[in-house]
């Protein structure tokens, strides 16, 4: 069970905020600033926007980017579709990379393959918490002029070469949803290296009001995702306690990686040497080569051995999914499609790693509530599952 995430501390801010009478965010002595201010150091960024969700953060990083309408954005189809909505929104192109099914997450290689000369972003995802090679994605993207936007919902702790992500590309996005490892109930925020960045995230979380009054108000479309002072006050304290969730965390899915990495046919996500990753949930894969049962029969038996276990993150990978298949998004035209003056057809779209990565996909959860006997547990059935015939 997961321990008791909220105490004193969360009562005591929340009340401090209630008694100031006031929840809007924009005034003097703001919890909400403080809080984003707090959030940039800790991670080593200059500049820290808070937004009213991860996908918010995500929506208000591809808009500050200001690609033009109709460009092509490479991302990989196995994530959240916070993602891509939020590169859908701002009436650009997501062209889908394919993965390595032991990460299932794009490598350079993939990403430079879905590159176009209509590229003009990369939106690289730390799926489960476990970094990406981002460092030598940031260089590319330096050389080719494109914008990279790491979407870091799933990450809070997780760094490569001992840098945070979300510090190695333009704009990092996370998450504090009810399922993060710290949470505010909803909210994100962004970070980000320079001033002008800043600005222009602050602008497009709150509607474009130039609140900093640089002669900017309302010089572009821009949506609501202001977070409030309540969820400022719970986004400071719990932010004190990421340390040690993280640390839990990484300790926990570290030992279960090495010792699932001893038994033949499973495959734990790969991750990069100089990579401490989060572990929002555990990722493994079965090798059809060497388990001679399905993945959906391999789950099964796991559940008879009492491990509740899911499939891959997503069912299938985004660009087979009915959004993309009928277009859906946006009923009747696509602009980004009138924009670009050409069409996109997602249904020839054939990616054999991200399939791979979906059809032999394992989850399994993981968080600091665990203790090494769970671990113990896991190891055991999953070894018993593999061993076993037809």
Known sequence: MRPSRFGLEEIAA????????????????????ESAKKAAAKFGAPFAVATSSGTASLHVAV?????PAGSEVVVTPV????????????????????????????TLEHIKAACTERTRGVVVVHLTGCPVQVDEVALFCRERGLVLIEDCAQGLGATLNGQAIGTFGDFGCYSLNDQKHITCGEGGFVLMGTEERFYLCHNYADKYYDRHKKGDRLKALAPNYRMSELDGAMFGVQLHKLDAIFEKRRRLGDDLTARLTAIP?????????????????????????????????????L??????????????????????????????????????????????????????????????TLHEGFEPSDIDDYVEAISIVAKTGP
């Open 303 to 364: 559940e008879a051995e009492g491990i509740p276990a899911r499939p891959a993150y997503v069912p299938v990978p985004i660009y087979r999914s009915p959004y993309f298949l009928s277009k859906s998004f946006f009923p009747g035209a696509w602009p980004a499609e009138l924009a670009a003056g050409r069409s996109y057809d997602y249904s020839t779209i054939r990616l054999p790693g991200a399939e791979e990565a979906v059809a032999t996909g394992i989850t399994l």
């Open 63 to 67: 808009a500050a980017a200001r690609m």
């Open 265 to 301: 046919g499973i495959i734990p996500q790969r991750q990069p040497a100089t990579a401490k990753a989060a572990y929002f949930f555990f990722q493994l894969r079965i090798d059809p080569g060497a388990i001679s049962i399905s993945r959906d029969e391999f789950l099964k038996r």
């Open 14 to 33: 929340l009340t401090a905020a209630l008694q100031r009478n006031e929840l809007w965010y924009w005034h003097d002595d703001s919890i909400v600033e």
């Open 79 to 106: 994530t959240d579709i916070g993602t891509i909505n939020a590169i859908l929104y701002q009436n650009l192109v997501p062209v889908f990379a394919d993965v390595d099914p032991d990460t299932a997450c794009p």
